[in-house]
């Protein structure tokens, strides 16, 4: 898909300029959501993304109710419509286990759910423009290059989005990540249907020293495969060696492990040390990132990129209000991923996953009531509004 951004007009000299309003980097769900909200918001806008879409990435593909919810908020809910739902999480532990019944959302490959939020977008009327990678110099011009031609786009508002690996913002010297040093790395793929044992509608999750993996199936029948382990760990097994192992008896088929393609990520756990400069907002896993377990990362970025996309519109006619977004920004998610964290670590220990384990297989009710606000609606929802209103 590639989409033209009638906003740009290109020279004859090879460069193009743009006074787009907002512009967006990154189309993953914290761009998405931010392009349609300040579009919604009566900005003109545009999105540029690096990859060609569909695009598969690593990603757990669980779209926890919070972010199932900011979808439905977004009058976006049809993106879901084939979306299986998710009603219980099978945790495992060596040969530990036990089952818990909860709302875990629903499960979208990520191929399918970016490229229909994308299309969401130009719906609307942002203009997206693919296979294009972008910088935000210190001035807040953002700077694009496609199939060989320069771009130079001077926006009122830049919301970055480019997830964690994202390098839009090198050219800014105060703005650097820390990253945590007991940072995991992650791992994923998408495996054949069939390849790995798992009941309608389930999550499973198996946690082992030095990592965990968790296994969902997709809209379409495959099985999607998602881990964080620690270096270390990873580069001694290498990713089929490992995911085999701890996968375990739920392998249905190993030749498709061993053909999978496995794909790794940068360190995990990391925080941005700055998340807004004048006419810039930093939103989704580009402001920072905690492990995966919990499931929460694309309701994170629905949610915060959301929130930037209606301030990026407001700092079209109130350019210094980019001062609140770090408040905003730590409003909306700190509790939850402070939970998170607290979670991933727990589950460090073999110790406490045993403990955990045997909890919810003689009270399976408590078990599903602590795992219950994994993931729910809250402070996001109230705050989505707030700023709409
Ligand atoms: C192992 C693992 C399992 C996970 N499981 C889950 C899960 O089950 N549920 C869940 O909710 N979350 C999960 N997550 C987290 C989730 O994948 C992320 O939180 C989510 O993708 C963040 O969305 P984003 O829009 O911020 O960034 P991304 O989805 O990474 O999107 C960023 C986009 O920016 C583009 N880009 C990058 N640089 C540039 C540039 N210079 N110019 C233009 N475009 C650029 C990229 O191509 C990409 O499309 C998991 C993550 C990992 C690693």
Same mark, same amino acid.
């Given at each position: 898909m590639m989409e033209r951004a009638t906003s740009i007009d290109d020279r004859p000299d090879g460069r193009s300029e743009c006074t787009g309003e907002v512009v967006v980097i990154g189309a993953g769900?914290?761009?998405?959501?931010?392009?349609?909200?300040?579009?919604?918001a009566? @900005?003109?806008?545009?999105?540029?993304?690096?990859?060609?879409?569909?695009?598969?990435?690593?990603?757990?593909?669980?779209?926890?109710?919070?972010?199932?919810?900011?979808?439905?908020?977004?009058?976006?809910?049809?993106?879901?419509?084939?979306?299986?739902?998710?009603?219980?999480v099978r945790l495992e532990s060596g040969r530990a286990s036990a089952r818990i019944?909860?709302?875990?959302?629903?499960?979208?490959?990520?191929?399918?759910?970016?490229?229909?939020?994308?299309?969401?977008?130009?719906?609307?009327?942002?203009?997206?423009?693919?296979?294009?990678?972008?910088?935000?110099?210190?001035?807040?011009?953002?700077?694009?290059?496609?199939?060989?031609?320069?771009?130079?786009?001077?926006?009122?508002a830049c919301v970055v989005a480019d997830g964690l690996a994202g390098r839009s913002l090198d050219a800014h010297p105060g703005v650097t990540w820390r990253v945590s040093p007991?940072?995991?790395?992650?791992?994923?793929?998408?495996?054949?249907?069939?390849s790995i044992a798992l009941h309608p509608g389930e999550v499973l999750m198996r946690v082992e020293t030095g990592g965990y993996v968790g296994a969902v199936e997709l809209e379409d029948g495959?099985?999607?495969?998602? @881990?964080?382990?620690?270096?270390?760990?990873?580069?001694?097994?290498?990713p089929a060696g490992l995911m085999a192992r701890w996968l375990g008896d739920a392998?249905?088929?190993?030749?498709?492990?061993?053909?999978?393609?496995?794909?790794?990520?940068?360190?995990?756990?990391?925080?941005?040390?700055?998340l807004a400069m004048p006419g810039i907002l930093v939103a989704g896993d580009a402001a920072g990132y905690v492990e995966p377990f919990t499931g929460e990362g694309m309701s994170w970025a629905l949610a915060s990129g959301h929130a930037a996309g209606l301030m990026a519109a407001r700092m079209v006619h109130e350019p210094s209000c980019w001062v609140q977004w770090p408040t905003q920004w730590a409003d909306l998610?700190?509790?939850?991923?402070?939970?998170?964290?607290?979670?991933?670590?727990?589950?460090?220990?073999?110790?406490?996953?045993?403990?955990?384990?045997?909890?919810?297989r003689r009270w399976p009710g408590m078990a599903a009531r602590l795992a219950r606000p994994i993931g729910q609606m809250h402070r996001a929802a109230t705050l989505c509004q707030e700023v709409s209103s």
């Open positions: 769900p914290a761009g998405c959501l931010a392009a349609i909200a300040a579009v919604k009566g @900005a003109r806008v545009t999105l540029l993304e690096r990859a060609g879409f569909p695009r598969e990435k690593v990603c757990g593909c669980c779209i926890a109710p919070r972010g199932v919810a900011v979808l439905a908020d977004m009058g976006l809910k049809h993106i879901l419509a084939d979306a299986p739902r998710l009603g219980s019944d909860r709302d875990s959302g629903v499960a979208l490959s990520r191929g399918a759910f970016d490229t229909r939020l994308v299309r969401a977008a130009m719906d609307r009327g942002v203009h997206v423009v693919h296979g294009t990678s972008a910088i935000v110099g210190i001035d807040g011009v953002v700077r694009a290059r496609r199939d060989g031609i320069d771009m130079t786009l001077c926006p009122a007991t940072s995991r790395i992650g791992l994923g793929a998408i495996l054949p249907a069939g495959r099985i999607d495969v998602a @881990a964080a382990a620690d270096h270390d760990v990873l580069r001694h097994e290498g392998v249905r088929d190993r030749d498709t492990i061993d053909a999978a393609r496995w794909t790794g990520t940068p360190w995990l756990t990391r925080q941005r040390s700055t998610l700190k509790s939850d991923r402070l939970r998170c964290s607290l979670v991933a670590r727990l589950l460090r220990s073999p110790r406490t996953v045993h403990a955990g384990l045997a909890i919810a």
